[in-house]
């Protein structure tokens, strides 16, 4: 799986929109962007993924550059319970299907403001 | 609530003693891992089933031994830990045949070994 490069805190203001980088220069054609989030001392929570289009789902928008080189997880409107690590993860397609582990690194802290 | 249970949440345990570690999912997947997480280290995979089938060993230390009798239950089986074994451990499941897998994570188990 390629390598993620993430920023290791950021602040944000509460109400405004969180905007969180990710390099991935050395991704593949056959590699997706996967982003979880982990609140203090819960298990991680999957918050969306995408191949190369962009993506939006209830909790957040994922912008992926079209070289695919780097891409953003925007959370619109930030609230206090934003709070949390948040990962960047780069896995491989199986093409039949199957189990991989998550290679985690260490994410970006963000800390919402109020 | 994510799907995935463990229990317990908390476990204290000297070197000489045996415990287990319990995990249960509600969400019909065929998959199931072990996470570990150590103070301030990324999240790191320790074992993956599928289909009941173990298709993973992270170079895990024969002290942790992981059960998994069914696709529904995972058990990791302590014996003789050091302390440097405490830490958070995180039960997941996915699909497991799905070319996309999201992993839904349990709340973890919290163990400190003295």
């Known amino acids: 799986d390629a390598k993620t490069t993430q920023p290791p805190s950021m602040d944000c203001a509460e109400g405004r929109a969180a905007n969180l980088p990710c390099n991935h220069s050395?991704?593949?054609?056959?590699?997706?962007v996967y982003w979880y989030r982990q609140i203090h001392s819960q298990g991680p929570q999957y918050i969306i993924h995408?191949?190369?289009n962009n993506e939006t789902n209830e909790m957040a928008s994922l912008i992926i550059t079209e070289d695919r080189k780097s891409s953003t997880l925007i959370l619109p409107h930030a609230t206090l319970r934003d709070t949390a690590v948040y990962y960047c993860?780069?896995?491989?397609?199986?093409?039949?299907?199957?189990?991989?582990?998550?290679?985690f690194g260490k994410g970006t802290h963000l800390i919402i403001q109020p | 609530e994510t799907g995935v249970t463990q229990t317990p949440r908390h476990l204290v345990m000297g070197m000489t003693n045996k415990k287990s570690l319990k995990c249960e999912q509600h969400?019909?997947?065929?998959?199931m891992y072990w996470y570990k997480q150590s103070a301030k280290k990324p999240l790191e995979l320790m074992f993956v089933?599928?289909?009941?089938?173990?298709?993973e060993n992270n170079s895990v230390p024969s002290r942790f031994s992981p059960e998994c009798p069914n696709s529904s239950h995972l058990f990791l089986h302590l014996h003789t830990l050091q302390p440097e074994d405490s830490a958070l451990y995180l039960c997941?499941?996915?699909?497991?045949?799905?070319?996309?897998?999201?992993?839904?994570f349990g709340p973890g188990t919290r163990l400190l070994v003295l």
């Open positions: 089933y599928n289909f009941k089938e173990q298709t």
């Open positions: 969400l019909g997947h065929n998959a």
């Open positions: 995408g191949l190369k």
């Open positions: 050395t991704i593949s054609g056959n590699e997706y």
């Open positions: 997941a499941s996915s699909h497991g045949q799905g070319v996309v897998e999201t992993q839904y």
């Open positions: 993860i780069v896995r491989v397609v199986r093409g039949g299907g199957g189990a991989d582990g998550l290679t």
